[in-house]
C-alpha cells in the first residue's frame, strides 16, 4: 500500500483536468471519503479556481487549477490520473512511474498491447513500449486481480467498456459464430470531448444523427484484442459508432449470429452466473433492452440479451453513461481496488432519471 | 385521367387529418399547384379550424376539420388520403374504391401482399384480402409504372422506405449474401405519432436511446416482402429500430456481408446508374454517411456506402425524414405520379439545415 | 422526536411514488442513512416492483408498490410524504394527521394560508381550512424554526422556491418599488409531471417555447403570500412561465425598479449577508448569471444578481433543479429538518455538468 | 431599376456565405424564381462546392465558394447580401456602393444612426459615417417606403425584429408607460452563429437556459432607437437575452405598465388593424400566446397579446424562427421590395410543425 499523508487520506493528483473526463473524475473525487485531490493541472485555465469555471462545483472544489509541472504534481501526489490526449499522456507517463506513483491513465496509449497495431491504428510510434507489458487493461469485470497490483492502468475506452462486457460471457461458449459480430454504437456528445469544433456545435448536432469513422474507429483494435484474449481466437468486428443528440449515454447494439437457438432463458442465466459478483453490471430482465437513460452519471452497465429466432441471432443491448462507467467513473473503480477501497466507493448512485 | 373540378384543380380529402402525417400532408398540399384540399376529417378536432388547433398553418389552412361522414368524403373528393391507424383504414377504403375514388393509404393495411403474414404480424383478420393484389406499393423508385394506374397505393412505412432504397441496387447483384443483412434504424420520435402516450412524453425520450421491438417491428415484413421480390430469393434480415431524442429523422445503418471485395468506387457507380433518373436519391461521395439534418423537410432520401475491407462488410447509411419521404412527401410523390403532375411538385426543398 | 423502528431507522412512506416527484424522492431517500423507505403507494403500477417500471433504479430499491390503503400506510409509517394532486392531497392528510403521523405534502393544498384565495386560483373549495394555520410553508430558508416542530409541512411550489429565495434579502429593504416585480420563469418540462398528455409529448415541446399561463399561474398566490409577508407590504408580481426543450432545471428572471443605484458590490455583499450560513444557496460572483445546469440534481439554489444603471433595475437570476430544490430535495431538507438530521443529509452532491 | 443580366434574373451575390445566415440565404434564394446566385464568397471554404460542405444543399446549390475579391463580386453581382460581421462589414461597403451595387447588409454597421452611440455599444469607431443617413432600416413593416429605394439596406437584427414588431402598434398610443418596458428574449442556440467556440458545443448549451449580456446587449440600441423614432419620445428598455437548448426559433416576452385597462379585445382589434396589410405578421387570437414552433423556417412573425387586470401590464409575445424573419427572411423580403418582385416571394411557406 502507498504512503498516506498525515490525514491519512490518498493524494491524488489529475493532469488535464478540464476536459469533461477531468471533469467528471473531480466531481466523483470530491465526495470520495478516503482521498484527497491535492492537484489539479489544466494548461487552459492555470491560476483560475475549478469553481470560477466549473460553477457546478462551488463549495466543493474552490482550489486552483495549476500549471503542468510534472516535479510538482509527483512531489503533491500519491495517485495520478491523466486525462490528456493520446501521445502526450505517453510523454509524460514513464516520468510518473519512474518516480514510484501509480498511474491511472484515461487515454488510449496504453491499452493496446501490440506497438505495432497501436502505431496503425494511431498513426503515432510508441515512444515507451517496454510499458505495455506491465500496463494493466482497467476493466474491472475481467482484470481485477491484476489491476489490485498494477503500476500502470490502461482506463478502457468507452465504446470498448460497453462492448466486451455484453460480449465477455458469450464470446466463451461455442454458441455463437465468432466471425459474425457486428457494433452499432450511439453515443451522446458529450463523448467529443470539451474544445471548440464547429462538428459539436449545438446546432450541428441537435436534430440530427450521423455516423461517423465507419470500420476506421479507434476503438476497434482495443474491442479486437479484448474479444481475441477472451475467446483465445482472432476477433474481428464490424463497428460503427454514431453522435445523437443528447449529452450523456452510450448504447452499444450487437448482432451476433448463433450457431443454434438456445433454450428461453438460458442467456440470460448463463450472464447471470458470469457478473453475479459485480457490483456494475445489471441484467435487464428476458426481453427488455438496455436504455441509457437508466444508468445516467452512475457506474453501472446495463445489458440487455435479445435472441431473434428467426434469423438464429442474438440482439444484446449494452448500456452505460459514457462519462462515468465509459470514462471517469470506471477510473475510481480502478482505483479503488488498486488501495484496496470498497470497490463502489464514491460511486454508490443509482441511475438519474428522468 | 380524373373529372376535375370547376376550377380544374383535382380535389383531395384527408382521413384523419389531426395526427402527424396528416398535418404534413396537409403541410405540403397547401402549397401544391394543381390540387385543392376539399375536406379534411378528424374525431379529435371536428368543428374547429386546422389553424387553430395547429397555428403553424395560420392563414394558410383556416378550413375547419370535418366529422368523419364517408359519404360526404367521396362527394368532395377526387383523390382520398387516409392517415388512419391500420385496421380501421381497412374497414372504410373499400367503400371509397367502391364509389371510384383512389385512395393513398398510409397504414400498413395494404402493403403486405400475403393476408397470411399480415395477421400474424399484426394480430389482425384483413377484412379486404381481394383489394391485396391491385394495391401498389407506393415506392415510386421501384413501382412507378404500376403506380401510374393504380386505384389504390399503399404508402410504405418509413424504416422500409429507408431500407429498400438503399439495398435495392445491391440485392439485384451477386455481390452479398442474402441471409446476412442487417438493420439497424435511428428514428425520431414524431415517428411514434401524436397521440397522448407516456412513452413518448418529452421526460422520457430526452437524453436517452432505447431499442424497441427488437426483431419484431411490423415494418420487418414489409422489408422482407419487398427485398425478396426484388432479389428473387426468400430474404429474412434482422431489424433493430431506436427512438433518439430529436423530433424529425430517421437513418438506417445496414450492414451486408460481401462475396468479394469490389474495386473502389465500384459500388457508388453502381448506385449512380441505378438511381439516375430519380428526383428523390441523393448518393454520397465515397466515405462519407448520410446524416438526417440533411433531408429535413425534404423528401430525399440520403444514402451513404461504406466498404470495410477488413470485415468484408458493406456498410450503408440511408437518411430520410420520416415524416416526408417515410410518409406524407412519399404519398404526394405518389399522387404527382398517379395524375401525371411533375414528380417533384410541391415536394421542390432542399434540406433545412440547421 | 419519533418513534424510531427497531433498527433505529425513520420509516418513510410515499403515497403517489411513481411520478416524477415521488420517483425523486425514491431515489433521494434510498441513499439517506438514517431512514428507510417502509412502503411506496402507486394506484398504476399496483403489485409491480420500482425497479421493474423504473428500472434506473435496479438494486437500489426492487420493492413493489402497493395499492393506497391509509391505515397500512399509517400502520408502516413515521413520516409520510403526499406527491399527490392538490384536492387529493386534502383529502388523505388529515386522517394521516389524526393518526399522529406527520406529513411533508408536496401538493399546493396547505399552502395558501387564506382558504378564499385557494379557492379562486384552485377553482376548489378547501374541505381542512383548519389546517392551514399550523401547516408550514417548507422552505427552510425562511422557516427553518417552524419546520422543526411542524406536523405538516407544505413543501413550496418550483417557481415560488426559485423566486421567493432570489427575492427574500431585497423585499425587505427600502432599496426597491414593491409594485414592481417581474418574473420570467422558464422551467425544463419534467416540471409538468409524469401524465401521458399531449401538449408534453417529445415532438410537441422539442424545439419550441412556449409561454403558458401567462398572468394566471396558480404559482402566483403562493409567491405574492410569501412575499407580503416578508416585506410587511401587499405585494403583487407579474408572472410568466415558460416551457422549454430540456429535462430538468428552472430559471426565474426577475425585474425590480431600484428606488436608487446602490454602490457597486453593496447588493451581493448583502445577499452574502442574508445567506451566510444557508448549505443550499449559491451566489455567483458580479456580473454572473445562475445557469440551470449548474444546478442540475443538486439541492442548490444559485442567484445571480445583475444591476442595470441605465434603467436603474436589478436584473436577479435565480436557478434551480425543478425535481430537487423545487420539489424532492427540498422536501428531504424539510424531513432533516424535523428529525434533527444534518440539514444537507442525503443531499450532498454538487450539480452535475454536463 | 436595375440592370438584369441577359436571361432577365437579377444577378446576386453573397459575401461571406458559409455562416448560419449566409447558408440560409443561399437556402432560400436557391428557390427564388426571378433572381439568380452568382456568386458566393467563402474564405473558410473556397473552391469547395457549397453542397460538398453543406449536403442538405445537394442537387440545389453546387456551385464552389470563392475567396473574396472585391471586384469578382462587383462585377458579378447586381445586389450584394453582406453576411459578415460587424466592423469588417462596413470596411467593404462603401466600395460596394460607389460601384453602384445595391447592398443588403446583415451585419449592425449601418443600423445605428448616431455613431457614437455605435461606437458606445460596439467599442468600435465608425469608418463611414456619412452612410448612416441614407441607410435604411431594413424592417418593412415600418419603412416599406424608404427600403423601395434604398441603396444601402441595414438588415434588422433579431432581438430587434421581434421586439420592435410586437411594440409597434402600441408605443403609438398613450396607453402605456414608456419607461416600463421589460424584454425578456429566448432564442435558439443558432442564433449565436457558426464559429466554434466552447460556449456553444452542444454538451454546453444542452439542459440548461442561461441568460447573457443582461443589460449590455448589443441590441439593445437599436431597440431603443426604433421604439424612440415611433414615439416620439426617448425610450429606454430592459433587455436581457437567453440561450435555450434549440436550434432555431426566438421567443420575446415583454411586460409594459398600462395607463389604464383597455377594454376586452380592444388592443387584439388595434393589433389587426395596425397589421392590416402585413403579409408575414399573424396574431394569435385572444389569451393564445405565440409559440416559435409555429413560425419555424417561416417568415412569419406571431405575436400574442395578454393583458393582466391584477397588475395592470399587459404581456406581449413575439416569435420568429431568429434565421428566416430575425435574419436571411427578412432580407429577402428586403430584396423584393427592392426589386418590386411580390413580397413574399420565396417566402412563402407555412411554419413547420413538427
Known sequence: MEIYNIEGMIK??????????????????????????????????????????????????????????????????????????????????????????RVIDMSADYRIKDPHIYERWYSNIHTSPELLNSAVYGLPEIYRAEIKSAKLVANPGCYPTSVILAMAPLIKTDLIYNDSIIVDSKSGISGAGRSPDLAFQFAECNENVRAYSISVHRHIPEIEQELSILSGE????????????????????????????????????????FYKYEPFVRLMEEGRSADTHNVTTSNYCDIGINVDVRTKRVVLTSAIDNLVK??????????????????DMGLECPGIFP
Open 12 to 101: 491524488v493528483g489529475i493532469v488535464g483536468a478540464s476536459g469533461y473526463t477531468g471533469l467528471e473524475l473531480i466531481r466523483i473525487l470530491s465526495k470520495h471519503p478516503e482521498i484527497k485531490i491535492s492537484i489539479l493541472t489544466s494548461e487552459r485555465y492555470a491560476n483560475s479556481s475549478v469553481s470560477s469555471i466549473f460553477p457546478s462545483l462551488l463549495g466543493w472544489v474552490d482550489m486552483k487549477y495549476k500549471d503542468f509541472l510534472p516535479e510538482e504534481i509527483i512531489d503533491k501526489s500519491d495517485l495520478i490520473f491523466t486525462a490528456l490526449p493520446h501521445k502526450k499522456a505517453m510523454s509524460i507517463i514513464p516520468i510518473f512511474l519512474k518516480s514510484g506513483k
Open 234 to 273: 482472432d476477433i474481428k468486428v464490424s463497428f460503427t459508432p454514431h453522435l445523437i443528440p443528447m449529452t450523456r449515454g452510450l448504447l452499444s447494439t450487437i448482432y451476433v449470429n448463433l450457431r443454434e437457438i438456445p433454450m428461453e432463458g438460458y442467456l440470460l442465466e448463463r450472464y447471470k452466473e
Open 326 to 343: 465509459g470514462a471517469s467513473g470506471q477510473a475510481v473503480q480502478n482505483m479503488n481496488i488498486l488501495y484496496g477501497f470498497r470497490e
